[in-house]
């Protein structure tokens, strides 16, 4: 058959469409609606299998291995993450010993299993953007969803001088004052031979400096009678986040209906996206530039939202772009460090707080250490010590090298020149999707001498310097955690106060609720529970 027998019968099919098309209203009702049904599955079952073959043959990705099912849609992901909750991060070194270094894990995604490029795409300059699809969570004006280099930069240089050492330093008698409360809860629970709910306690107090540093007042979480309760709200918010993620509409859906019909669906972290809309309303209406400016020129005294508010006054002082910080982005902003200031400290002391039981003899070295450091004249442990000491360090990192707290693949989008990957000898092209889960690495024998040990000394003299390059739970970068300093200061300063007043013991039952389970970040499969006894605290000086 040549050209113009093909453009004869393809004419002749277009005509016959055309006149079966115009004659569709003389159909009878029920004859009509089921031609429209056949017409709609088949034209569906023809894009499907174009589809399907083209990402199996001339997708970019289409030379890379991987599960079947993961080469063609995103059922697999979806079933292991949304359905199974969290399950699909344990597939991956399945796939790798399977499948090698880079394994397609969607039609669009690569994971890789190589330590050499993760420096190359979590890099100060790193021109590797956050993949929109998995950032979309529902905030996305805030700066840990922003994709786009230059606006994710004018953000974050916005927020980075709230976050330094030496402002988190200044927070040091707030974190205090908080941590009074905490122990006289602990108090409480020691007087009636009960056992703690330290879980709990630990959320509260992030929850309660936070929002101290965001908006400067306390929410009052921990001297809340229903701080229980009050804990698990703001633990709710990751709880369906595999379902938020997988399926965006169902949450879009619920924040368009009224208030009433989205609390009685999802009471808890409603109230508290609505908590921080109602703060930002207010703030914006109520934001002074001349009294945030003095407050930021006496610094320790001004809050993450009168540095977000003034940002826009000093750029333009400084005769940069300047646009009026908008509601939404200051709600969001509030939303997105409200929550990643809470949880992830919160279950990281809870570790801590089991490791610390678990290993006696690491136990032994660190209440040594601790004894000598030299009280302060209030009695305090002075933060700049606690965070001098090199075990108590070790201890901390080492308990971030275990749990990643962090669990998922943070995936990137790949620049211009694509990704080399020295392990496979091959290239992931540009525009494609790509991550790596920082657990295999912080469990990476070359890397960590027997990783299965949880050793706080590995951290100690040169050699333990060296390991920090390895050290990812903060990940790397032009993106890595903001709050580091302040994360670093919660855990030495309350760890170090709860482990030398008290002495604890675990309850059983513990080893069980410390299997962790991923929910982007991680959650213990329960909340932690100790016995304590205060210790005569000058017996331990
Ligand atoms: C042990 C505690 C913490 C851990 C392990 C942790 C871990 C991380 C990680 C791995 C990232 C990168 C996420 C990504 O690329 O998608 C991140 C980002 C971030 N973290 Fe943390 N975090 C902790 C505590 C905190 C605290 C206390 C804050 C306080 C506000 C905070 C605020 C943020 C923000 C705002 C980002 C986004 C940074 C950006 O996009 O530039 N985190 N964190």
């Known amino acids: 058959m040549d050209f113009t027998q093909v453009h004869a019968q393809l004419a002749q099919a277009r005509a016959g469409l055309v006149d079966y098309i115009s004659r569709l209203p003389e159909q009878e ?89 993760f420096h190359e795409i979590y890099k100060q300059n790193t021109p590797f953007t956050k993949d929109p699809k998995s950032y979309g969570l529902g905030v996305s004006q805030a700066m840990a969803f922003t994709s786009p280099v230059e606006k994710h930069r004018v953000k974050r240089q916005a927020l980075d001088p709230a976050f330094s050492k030496r402002r988190v330093n200044m927070m040091e008698d707030g974190l205090y004052e908080e941590l009074e409360k905490v122990f006289d809860r602990i108090d409480g629970y020691e007087k009636r031979d009960e056992e703690v709910p330290i879980s709990e306690l630990y959320y509260c107090y992030t929850g309660d400096i936070i929002s101290r540093y965001l908006f400067g007042k306390s929410l009052g979480l921990i001297s809340a009678p229903d701080f229980l309760e009050r804990a698990e709200q703001m633990r709710s918010f990751t709880r369906g986040v595999w379902i938020s993620i997988h399926f965006q509409f169902i949450r879009d859906t619920m924040l368009a209906m009224p208030r009433w019909i989205t609390s009685f669906l999802n009471d808890a972290w409603v109230k508290v996206l609505w908590f921080c ?156 999707v790509v991550g790596i889960d920082h657990m295999p690495l912080h469990w990476n024998q070359d890397i960590f001498e027997r990783p299965s040990e949880f050793d706080p000394g590995r951290w100690l003299g040169e050699a333990g310097k060296e390991l920090n390059h390895w050290l990812l739970s903060f990940s790397k970068g032009r993106t890595d955690c903001i709050g580091k300093n302040l994360a670093y200061a919660e855990m030495h300063l309350v760890l170090a106060n709860l482990f030398s007043r008290y002495q604890l013991e675990l309850t059983p039952g513990s080893d069980e609720a410390m299997v962790w389970l991923d929910r982007v970040i991680v959650h213990p499969a329960k909340n932690l529970r100790i016995k304590v006894r205060a210790r005569n605290l000058e017996a331990v000086a």
């Open 29 to 117: 009702p029920r004859v009509l609606t089921w031609n429209i049904v056949s017409a709609a599955s088949v034209a569906l079952l023809v894009y499907w299998t174009g589809l399907i073959i083209y990402r199996l043959t001339l997708h970019p990705l289409a030379r890379f291995p991987g599960p079947f099912l993961c080469r063609i849609s995103d059922l697999q992901q979806c079933y292991y993450e949304a359905i199974l909750n969290g399950k699909f991060i344990e597939q991956l070194p399945k796939y790798h010993r399977k499948y090698g270094p880079i394994v397609r894990i969607n039609p669009n995604e690569v994971h890789i299993d190589d330590p050499a490029v």
């Open 277 to 432: 809309e109602d703060l930002a309303k207010n703030a914006i209406a109520n934001f002074d530039a001349a009294e945030s400016s003095e407050k930021l020129s006496k610094p320790g005294q001004e809050t993450i939202f009168d540095r977000l508010l003034s940002d826009n006054d000093r750029r333009r002082q400084k005769g940069q772009e300047a646009h009026p910080l908008t509601f939404r982005e200051l709600a969001d902003e509030s939303v997105a460090i409200l929550n990643a200031g809470t949880e992830p400290t919160a279950t990281m002391m809870v570790y801590a707080t089991y490791f610390f039981l678990r290993y006696p003899e690491v136990q032994e070295r660190i209440l040594k250490e601790l004894s000598t450091v030299q009280r302060d004249e209030k009695g305090r442990l002075p933060l700049v010590k606690v965070e001098s000491l090199p075990y108590f360090t070790g201890f901390v990192r080492e308990t971030l090298r275990y749990v990643p707290l962090v669990p998922g693949r943070l995936p990137r989008v790949v620049p211009k020149g694509g990704l080399y990957v020295p392990a496979a000898r091959d290239t992931i092209p540009e525009g494609a």
